[in-house]
Each structure stands twice: as structure tokens, then as C-alpha cells.
């Protein structure tokens, strides 16, 4: 199925350690990701367009998150943060109220963890953290059960 979206010879990148079924390849995610969930809604489950991976540790991601809020985040629009976990011992705390306010005090921006314009997604799966800023389109499309209304 991959095949059909990044044509013929995809690059996959190595982990180097046991993924649980997670893969990486080298594409532009965003594009990627929005051909898989309109194409094939009843047959996946999660896609997650990947802006940065890093080390799971928290100084880099909270480098990461401010890069990305930079490059990502508009002037006049609100963000949240959420954190998904697997197999770590970092705290989700800390990253949403900590790292999250310093996207705020920094950039300036509104927080809004209802409905934000822009979605900082922080999936840690050690011993890697992955980074991902949803626009509202795809924050709809990452809701599995949203898609299938």
C-alpha cells in the first residue's frame, strides 16, 4: 500500500531497535499522510506526520518545539499541546505546562486545548521523541473516529 502514495523505491530509515510496528520514511509527511487518510479511511488506523524526531530527552524536545512553533505556528493563531506515550519515564507535564509555556512566553501565542488552530503533537517512544504541529484539518483526520462520520 506504501508504494502507491511514494512511489516505487521509498526510503525507510532504520531505528536500529525493535519499533512495535512503527516505520520511518523519508517523505514530505504532511502530503503523505492526508493521500493515506483520504484514500484508505476504513483501512487505517493512525498516520502521523512527523515534522521532528529527536532524542527523547527533554532539552532537545523542547529545542524541537520551539524551532517548529517558529516555523509552523502563525502570529495570530492559537496552539495546545498534547503528549501520547510508550515505554518512557519522562513526565507529559513537563513538556505540555512547561515547554508549552515557553512557546507562549516566547512567541506569544493564545493557548487553546479545545479546539487550537495548531496542534503540538509530542509522541514519545523511547528512545525517541517524534514532533508533529496539526493544522485543524489534521487534527480531524489524526481522530480515527472523526474520518468515519
Do not use: C
Not at 519499533?19 to 502530503?31: A, K, Q, R, T, Y
Not at 529527536?54 to 520551539?66: F, G
Not at 516566547?106 to 487550537?116: A, M, S
Request: proline share 4%; charged share 30%; aromatic share 8%.
Amino acid at each position: 500500500m506504501i508504494r502507491r502514495f511514494v512511489g516505487k523505491d521509498p526510503k525507510f530509515r532504520n531505528w536500529g531497535w525493535n519499533s512495535g510496528g512503527v516505520f520511518l520514511l523519508e517523505v514530505e509527511p504532511h502530503e503523505l499522510a492526508e493521500k493515506m487518510w483520504m484514500e484508505n479511511p476504513d483501512h487505517v488506523h493512525t498516520i502521523l506526520p512527523i515534522d521532528r524526531m529527536v532524542k527523547e530527552e527533554y532539552d532537545d524536545i523542547e529545542k524541537a518545539m520551539l524551532e517548529l512553533a517558529y516555523d509552523k505556528i502563525g502570529q495570530n493563531e492559537t496552539f495546545g499541546v498534547k503528549v501520547r506515550k510508550r515505554r518512557t519515564n519522562l513526565h507529559s507535564s513537563v513538556i505540555t505546562r512547561e515547554f508549552g509555556g515557553a512557546i507562549q512566553e516566547r512567541f506569544h501565542h493564545l493557548v487553546d486545548l479545545k479546539n487550537p488552530d495548531k496542534l503540538v503533537l509530542v509522541t514519545l517512544l523511547s528512545p525517541v521523541a517524534m514532533i508533529s504541529v496539526l493544522n485543524k484539518r489534521e487534527q480531524k483526520l489524526y481522530r480515527r473516529e472523526s474520518r468515519l462520520k
